[in-house]
């Protein structure tokens, strides 16, 4: 069982940065690949980005690439999102989810999921 705690969502001006912390609860977290998922109101979850579960290796939708930056600290059971050159459309809520194996990039592969922390860009 894993229990996932978001944080350091806020309002920020277009173009500023924010840095995202997803805590972890358990001893097994270095055996799960995390990811990132927003929902912006009205839309559909939208997957963000993914990491492995070394770390080695992480996944961005276009739209962000350039932008952001996942990373995780294992000796801290921590996940990181680095939000830079921030844009009003990505303004949502931010979920970070785990799951044993590899990256994905679909809701439906994690298994565990926290309680989001909201992100709003002003323009």
């Known amino acids: 069982q894993v229990q996932l705690v978001e944080s350091g969502g806020r309002l920020v001006q277009t173009g500023g940065s924010l840095r995202l912390s997803c805590a972890a609860s358990?001893?097994?977290?270095?055996?799960?690949?995390m990811g990132w998922f927003r929902q912006a109101p009205g839309k559909e979850r939208e997957f963000v980005a993914s990491i492995s579960w070394t770390g080695g290796r992480t996944f961005y939708i276009d739209s962000v690439k350039g932008r952001f930056i996942i990373d995780r600290v294992n000796a801290e059971n921590t996940v990181y999102l680095q939000m830079n050159s921030l844009k009003p459309e990505d303004t949502a809520i931010y979920y970070c989810a785990a799951r044993r194996g590899l990256m994905g990039s679909r809701d439906y592969e994690y298994e565990y999921w926290g309680q989001g922390t909201q992100v709003t860009v002003s323009s």
């Open positions: 358990g001893r097994t977290f270095g055996s799960y690949s």
